[in-house]
């Protein structure tokens, strides 16, 4: 990265600050106000021409940032509204992939087959850079959040696969239509097989090596290690990330030392939202390079009518599939919430934000073809998807907050409020008979007992309600309290595995675990 470079990531995360801050005291979600903002200063005389190379958005920000999304993640209510998610991130993708060709093949002069539906797979899946930052400001159902967030992960792996071949097409001039489906078997089993190759190298890594900075260097790793070998061969860095996030966090708890848990949730934190600022203000800049070219072949109204008629497609689609497959009787609702719901599949169909991922793909469009000549309609592509990602992520994003109150739609079912009270009486109730053993063994003093005793039975009473670590002398010199948290710790990972608590409550509690573990040993 040259000086000119840092020093434009410098002057852009300056640029956040007052954005993001403007954009919380609005009560808005910073991606849009970021996009505005790029938008904006795209067209200040006098600033260099900001262009964002997709490759360093495709290996440098997207393994992290899918990782993260993996390792935190609700996966088991996910897996639960499995069907819907399949019909979303498989189905839907391809539907929007030929309904946009269709489309732009019928308007839009010249345009062949092959390059409409390359536009077609760049527009189809959603974002989750986009979507998660938005979703995450509502109250609502954890399994309507899940399903949306379910899609956003996994839809890429599908809509790249038809994305590679279309423009493998365009640049060589012919196309298989048959090798397809073998095309898609071999991306998705390879691109699972690297990606738990990857983790469960990590996994040992960790496992044998317990210093906390080499730690949490592995874990930095991790996303790159499993999604590069998978673009080299051909396969998808998308779900060989996304395989590798979901193993390696179903053996962390056990694996990782409880200070390297909380490092790496500060830092993965920190950096997501760094990462997240960075792609809206570059996705919003980037406008002010593509109008140049747009407009030589073009005139203005056509383009207009263009935009208009693709983003139609785009939405109405996807309101039309998911208003549909909400009352198919064997995927309307879901396994917690059977009976077809309009306002949820509303809510759905609203959450369809396109984000930085679909302008990478965008970019990513060879410059020329077979023999040396352009590649057909490249700068229109790209100025369409853009229109495409601000319209659905603007658009739909300061709308969402209204949608959702005027529909009433809330988090009226608490169920993770009543999983997680379960998930902490069953660890106070580990906790307690720990205490006993540990008593019984005479390695813990009986007042020390006595104290630990009356904090897990105050904890137990009150419902499971999340409290500090004791403070007092007795307890900071047990060093038998480490084990107590412990069995707090294998209880909860008991529950995870018979599917009694989720991933995201497991590790709300875990963390309040290592703060307790950390701070006993700071003691």
Known sequence: MSVTQIEIVVSLLVVAIPLVALARRANIPYPILLVMGGLALGFIPGLPDVQLDPNLVLLIFLPPLLYWEAITAPTDVMWANRTQIGMLAVVLVVITTLAVAAAAHALIPHLSWPVAVVFGAIVAPTDELAAVPVLERFQMPRHLIAIVEGESLINDGASLVIYAAAVAAVVTGGF????????????????????LLAARAAVEGWRRIRDTDLQSVISLLLPFVSYVPATLVGGSGVLGVLTAGAYANRLTPTVLTPESRLRLVGFWDTFVFVANTLLFLLVGLQLHGLLAGVFERNSWQSVLWYAVAINAVVISVRFAWILFTEYIPFVGG?????????????????????????????LA????????????????IVFLTFTVIVVTLVGFGLTLPAVVARLHVTDDDHEEGEELKRALAAASQAALERIDVLERERRL?????????RRYERMRERGGALEGPARDAASRRSSAEREVIEAEREALIAMRARGEIDNAVFRQVQLALDVAHTSKRLG
């Open 445 to 453: 003093d009986p007042p020390d007992a006595q104290i630990l005793r």
């Open 334 to 362: 879901s396994s917690e919430h059977a009976a077809p719901n309009w306002r949820h599949a509303t809510i759905a169909a609203w959450s369809g934000m396109r984000g930085a991922v679909s302008l990478a793909a965008a």
């Open 365 to 380: 469009i060879p410059l020329t073809v077979a023999g040396g000549g352009a590649f057909p309609d490249r700068g229109l």
């Open 176 to 195: 298989d239509l048959r090798r397809v489906p073998l095309l898609i078997g071999i991306v998705v089993i390879g691109s699972i097989a690297l990606g």
